[in-house]
């Protein structure tokens, strides 16, 4: 963990809070010889964010089961323990005591090695996520490029996963991931170059603090609070969206064609890590999100700031899963060339012009008065509009109809 | 750059040959999330474009029509429920009407209008369902298909208070049929009629305008006229192309010539098509059921007449159809005097129209395959028999 | 374990008993996390499939059992849930699907066509009975059985799962070494499937239950 | 609409060599049908389908019926010359002949265009068993490929001319043609508590031998 | 404009997740094993005997083995053996009875056409539908003893219907003894002859068995008495 950044406007309790785990580590290396501190220290980080992202991923299947019982007119699983609680820990001792098959034509090395990979790389990207002012696992001066590089190599082991199968269905799967991940690593990527610019670094503790701040104490300077970081937030929802196989760009899975896709030949635990790895990378993502987009640990109002820094990155993390869950929820699938034309004839040209519009934003930092209206005019003309031509050009032939009776 | 370019099997063939890929042979079915049931098609892929599609059936051929042959006339009654089993009555139905006009039987007045309720309640039914698993096979999580299922129970609550089963209802009588439904049924069939408005549009707020639905499923499975006609396609399906065929009106069996109502088509024959047909024949039943339940008139409801043992008719045959919810579902019997038929013949809507399956789907790739598939609408009671 | 181990002096009746009690809380951990988490194969054969369907939806929701989770693939399902009228033609699929289903899976005959033939018994293309193929854990008659009625059979294949030990002669399938798992697929013959069942899943019963007409 | 007499004399007249007969129903439907012989079924198939005051665009229902070889005992009564210059008698005399089985296939054909129908096709093979081909209507109507395969799975009728004739609902190493009403389905009844008529002797042969003190089980107490 | 619909989508599905926790049109779960959901009369499951009196079943089955079930089951699923002596039944009447009733529970189709058949008003539907088991044989294939239900059990599951059947019984009843009564008169040396030797042959007209009766809907009683 990074040194404890100084300060600001804490209160005593604030501080209290804020510091508690920081404290709690420190308490126990305390008892350890120095020499073995350091290795110490980062197993407690890799033990706590297993911890806490193992049980939030526990839960969050959970949530999505009871979201999705309860937006679909029922409750959901209810029975397992009190309110359902002990659900996934039914689900986990029996992914775990469950036989495991692997088909005599696979590629038994690679047939294993595909879970174990892609759970391996999503958790990577945690390591550079400040889940608070004081809770950063490891500080790079690059830490995002290192989160993207990581989240980018998950497809692989997606890859992998189908084609060690030596099932039809896994293939197509395989293929269909591939596509889409060279489809949407560009627009995932150019929605937070403006970010990068505008903060000027690739580290991601300084992007946050870069955010830092209130206007008349209840507007937060958030990015996703200006025209191209709102733009840039929904592309790079979009973006991650597709990055984690989620419905609306379920295409390596899709139930409904490819029975299961790439997971169609794993059972048992193999089949519970493919889960896993989905959750982390989709917590990863978001979290990505929240830090890029949404302030990062950063209260949204100032007289909130008592509340402890990772209680809001929580809170945010959250909310951004819930909207996962919302939209799988609702929408339908796209069909694979629609998911790529989106990427290549939408998003990419969306982020470029956005990269425009971020420029604009930068350079006319210094206007005020009513130029700053001027300023966001221009700015949100520059989104709106490429996106209603954009958009029209996307849904060209495709409306609502009206229908004629027959006599 | 739109979302549904224009896929042409020929332009697709022409790609083909220039870059002579492997092509991938595929299995889909028996087993396989969207087949609705035990149907497999061999689809031989070119990337993901289809260039093949061979449908494989049998999968649940149970041998009605043979048990028909070898069962008295009433005793196939119950089994017609289980052809489509989402439409036992409409099935109860034709079936009734064949043997009614094989042994020249009449049907009372209330009799009529209680099946045309019943069968207009089906067609909503059917063609609820139809969205929801439409809606699944597009990769909804289950929303859409819930919502279906809710407002299908409510129909299926009426079928089980009236007839005692919420499926295989076995409710229409040569001559008539089995129950008069009592007043509270008829006002609980009144309230529900009443509500479905709302769930359309709720149904269609959902979904309808959704763009990626829509570029899904418009210019998909477009299906030509003539082909459709010469094709034996009926139904909805026939409809969507822009065939105005609607044996309600055509035939004017049972009462249906004294209600006001408007068979919606198509113009364009594709998935979408399909679907807003189906939209748009919901509000025409809500219609027609408004009328009926509203003009229903008192009188008995079987004919004195009926026998229900010992049915016997003449030597003969007959050929009778309706318009069910898939299309025309028809019998066709032959009598040889004998308490069993003769011959004993199912003409299965979707069945038929799965004939062109192929002519739709080549061009397209597994994911639409999946959806046509989905908007033909079949149950493999019915294709396979 | 304790009760199951008679004539043997105390201190080997103590020393099982020091295995068996963390034997009995495996098998209890083990037992529960199975009935609880019991994902179904999402596979419908023909009518009673359409009441599956209502039973995993909102009226019913099968969910609050947690099992909701309907997966295309067998191999991730534990449950086969023959739910419709097995023909000739499917049933080598049907054993192959269960073949294909890692342990411990269950098979729960759903509607009277996969009980028996039910009122198609008397077709030339139907099975009379998946069970003459693989080994069914539990039976819902009915024509189709009431959503309400597969919920009440799946509880009491909870309530099996929940009595099965691990080890001695209740323990599951899977977990024992006399009995083959593994269904031998029947082929399609000229007049009939071959081998028209399995013997060592299939036995007629012992004695005839009702008496032969005069 | 023409009745189905005036239609085959339309028939006959456009064309010449064929032959078209009109099987009448006595059913109170009084649908009747036309039985066409197999040189010019497909030439009258596309007549009906073409000729714009028919229009049968659409071929709704294909199916198979077997009618297998029948004995009819006839009854003819006979005045017989008394041989010994009596009046002379009335004696029934019955004559026995064997009817030849064939199988029949029928199309229900409706025109859409013109709303009318249906017009019901006959054709007949020569015996039920080797003269079982028929001329196939799929080039005329589309709507037969998968019917007529149908008929040829369950009824054994070969369709001449049908593009892709192979079993469609049993599986293609099947041998028997399951719809014909000689046929004999395997025997695989071993566990029948309720069976009855032809079932019952069959599961009969797999009943074991009744135990004497069985009957007590289920008799009144 | 591009995502309309797709708002419009969430704004439904936002709908019915808010309306889940106040608006039960919009949570429509039915808790089963705890609540169990009220079935309608008309609701029928397997076929059961209806006995006069639930203290000797066996004695009072209103079951005379005419075997017109049987024959019409459609699945076949009925199995019935005729006893080879009679014995009185419910009216005092002297009448042949099953020894053997099984129903096949495993290959029954619930079509209730056993019901609509029988002229004795003796075997009516279940409504009991909790009937999954383990085991195969023993279970399934109902025997007299387990498919006799009194009428008490009748009336509690089908209020209407049952009445209804009881009045016409009565009726009949009444009936065939003034019809005893007169025919004892006219014809005082002869005596009364109980029963028909095989109550198949001497079944009562079929047009009184018109089907409307079945599904517990309100029907007018029946036509009159036998003449």
Known sequence: MSAALPLSAASGANALLER???????????YLPESLRWIVSGLITIAALLAVFGLLFAYLTLAERKLLGRIQNRPGPNRTGWFGLLQPFADAVKALTKEDIVPREADAVLHYLAPVVLVALSLMGFAVLPFGRLLVPVELDSAVLYFFAAGAATELAVFMAGWASRNKYSLLAAMRALAQLISYELPLLLSFVPVIMLAGTLSTTEIVTAQGGWTLGFLPHWHVLTPWGFAGFVIFMIAALAESNRSPFDLPEAESELIAGHLTEYSGFKYALFFMAEYFGMCALSGMAVTLFLGGWQAPCAFLEFIPSYAWFGAKLLALLFGFIWIRATLPRLRMDQLTRLAWKFLVPLALINLGTAAFWFLTAGWSGPLQLVRWAVAVALVVVPFLLLGRRLTAGVAPRTYRYAT | MSLTPEIGGAHVRAVHDEFHGDLLEVSMGPHHPSTHGVFRMIVTLDGETIVKLKPVFGYLHRNHEKLGENTTYLASMPYTDR?????????????????????????????????????????????????????????????????????????????????????????????????????EWLAGAQRLVDGYSAFLDEFEALLTGNEILMARTQGVGRLDPALAVSAG???????????????????????????????????????????????????????????????????PVMDPKAKLRGFRPKAGEAYGRIEGPKGEIGFYLISDGGPNPYRYRVRPPSFINLTILEDMCLGHTVADAVIILGSVDIVLGEVDR | ???????????????????????????????????????????????????????????????????????????????????????????????????????????????????????????????????????????????????EALLHGLVQLQAKISGQAITGPDAPRHLRSDIECDCPVPEFGAHDLEPPQNPAVWTPPPSLVRPDKA | METVEQLRDRLLARFPGASVTVISNPSPSAQHSLLLDHAHAREIALYLR?????????????????WPEKEITETTKVTVPDPAGGPPKVVAQTTKRREPGYLEVVYHLYSLALRQGPIILRLRTGNRADAVAVPSLTPVWRSCEFQEREVFDLFGVTFEGHPDLRRILMWDGFKDHPMRRDYAEPD?????????????????????????????????? | MLGTGLIKGLAVTAKNLVGSYHDPARYTTVEYPEVKPPLPEAYRNFPFLVSESADDPMGTLRCVACQICEKECPPQCIYIEKSKDKKPDAAGKLQIYPTVFAIDTSVCMSCQICVEVCPFDSIKMDQVYEVATPGRYGDLLLNREQLAKSNAYYHQIRPTEAAE???????????????????????????????????????????????QGEGGAAKPPAEGAQP
């Open chain 2, 233 to 299: 396609v009926a139904g909805p399906m026939l409809r969507a192309t822009g065939v105005g065929h609607d044996l309600r009106k055509v035939d004017g069996y049972g009462v249906y010539p004294r209600f006001e109502f408007r068979v919606p088509v198509g113009a364009h024959g594709d998935t979408y098509d399909r679907y807003m047909i189906r939209i748009l024949e919901m509000r025409e039943s809500i219609r027609i059921l408004q009328q009926a339940l509203a003009g229903l008139p008192g009188g």
């Open chain 3, 1 to 147: 374990m304790s009760d199951a181990a008679p004539a043997i002096s105390q201190e080997e009746r103590d020393e099982l008993r020091r295995h068996g009690i963390l034997l009995t809380s495996l098998e209890e951990l083990y037992n529960w996390g199975r009935s609880h988490s019991v994902w179904p194969l999402n596979f419908g054969l023909a009518c009673c499939a359409i009441e599956m369907i209502a039973a995993s939806m909102a009226r019913y929701d099968i969910a609050r059992f947690g099992s909701e989770v309907f997966r295309p693939s067998p191999r991730q399902a534990d449950l086969l849930i023959v739910s419709g009228t097995v023909t000739k033609k499917m049933a080598p699929q049907v054993v192959r699907l269960w073949n294909q289903m890692p342990e411990p899976k269950y098979c729960i005959a759903m509607g009277a066509c996969a009980i028996s033939g039910g009122p198609f018994k008397q077709g030339y293309n139907v099975l009379k009975g998946i069970d003459r193929f693989i080994p069914v854990d539990i039976y819902i008659p009915g024509c189709p059985p009431r959503p």
């Open chain 1, 20 to 30: 508690l785990p920081v404290v709690l580590r420190d308490g126990l290396l305390g």
């Open chain 5, 165 to 211: 059947v009881d009045g016409r019984l009565a009726a009949e009843r009444k009936a065939a003894e003034e019809k005893a009564k007169a025919a004892a008169a006219a014809k005082a040396a002869l005596p009364p002859k109980p029963a028909a030797p095989s109550p198949a042959a001497k079944l009562p007209d079929e047009s009184r068995r018109s089907p």
């Open chain 4, 188 to 221: 695989d009844y071993e566990w029948e508590p309720t069976p009855h008529g032809d079932v019952l002797a069959k599961a009969k042969k797999h009943y074991p031998e009744k135990p004497a003190a069985e009957p007590a089980k289920e008799a009144k107490p």
């Open chain 2, 83 to 183: 052809l489509d089993y989402l439409n036992s009555m409409s099935n109860n139905w034709a079936y009734a009407l064949a043997v009614e006009k094989l042994a020249g039987l009449a049907v009372p007045e209330r009799a009529e209008y209680v099946r045309v309720i019943l069968a207009e309640l089906t067609r909503l039914l059917n063609h609820t369902c139809l969205a929801g698993f439409l809606m699944q096979d597009c990769g909804c999580s289950g929303t859409p298909l819930m919502y279906a299922f809710r407002e299908r129970e409510k129909i299926l609550d009426l079928f089980e208070s009236l007839s005692g089963s919420r499926m295989m209802c076995n409710y229409q009588r040569f001559g008539g049929c089995r129950v008069d439904p009592p007043a």
């Open chain 4, 50 to 66: 073409d000729e714009p005051a028919l229009k049968f665009d659409q071929c709704s229902n294909v199916t198979g019926i077997d």
